[in-house]
């Protein structure tokens, strides 16, 4: 019930192209819903976070898209750039606040 | 505003043997949160300190254990060292236990 579910593993999208990533929770306590990118021996990045009173939300060119009902939520990168390849985890976690419950990952390849 | 700092960066230790893990939180973060990163995965919830006081556990065992200081900097100790145990450490900081959380670097650990 704790888990976090991602796909795809890899991703490889042509530059300018929009990048979809999905993930789909169990827990119905879950209440914020962050994405966080992480490049090659770095820490995770915060990039954009959603808490289910809304239904979508963006920030530049990354948008989250939440559906409450199905239990999914789903990163879009618009025109995605070379500067985007990456790792892209989303997580989740509760009110409670202390700890954040990450899926296993997407590799992001945008091709030039 | 400095952001969270890790040290160290990388470390080679033995089986069997002791490790500290240290990190300082971003300006004005109460709360700190390590976890660990095995290859290829994403991370996993160790546990949480929030006001020099543990407040939450991931599932791991005890020879993981923690502490925060006044100035709400952390250490991660982890005693009897195993091979599985070689991942990186991340520790993250937030405003309170439930807000946005920011994570280091890590530490790359490496048990031999």
């Known amino acids: 019930q704790q888990q976090v579910k991602q796909s795809p593993q890899s991703l490889i999208v042509q530059k300018g192209g929009i990048s979809i990533i999905n993930c789909a929770y169990e827990?119905?306590?879950?209440?914020?819903f962050p994405w966080y990118q992480q490049f090659p021996g770095k820490g995770p990045a915060l990039l954009i976070a959603i808490r289910p009173d809304v239904s979508e939300k963006k920030e530049g060119r990354f948008t989250i898209s939440f559906n409450k009902s199905a239990k999914q939520f789903s990163l879009h990168i618009m025109d995605s750039q070379p500067g985007d390849s990456a790792t892209y985890f989303c997580a989740a976690s509760n009110q409670a606040g202390t700890a954040l419950i990450f899926g296993k990952g997407t590799t992001l390849s945008v091709s030039s | 505003e400095t952001g969270v700092t890790q040290s160290p960066t990388h470390l080679i230790k033995t089986r069997g043997q002791q490790v500290t893990l240290r990190c300082s939180s971003q300006?004005?973060?109460?709360?700190v949160s390590w976890y660990q990163q095995a290859l290829g995965q994403g991370p996993q919830f160790i546990f949480q300190y929030y006001r020099e006081e543990e407040n939450g556990r991931g599932n791991f065992p005890p020879r993981f254990s923690g502490l925060q200081f006044p100035n709400y900097s952390s250490e991660l100790n982890v005693n009897a060292l195993e091979l599985d145990d070689s991942a990186l450490y991340l520790c993250a900081s937030s405003l309170g236990r439930s807000a946005e959380a920011f994570f280091g670097q890590g530490t790359r650990l490496t048990v031999v």
């Open positions: 300006s004005g973060h109460n709360t």
């Open positions: 827990n119905t306590a879950f209440d914020y």
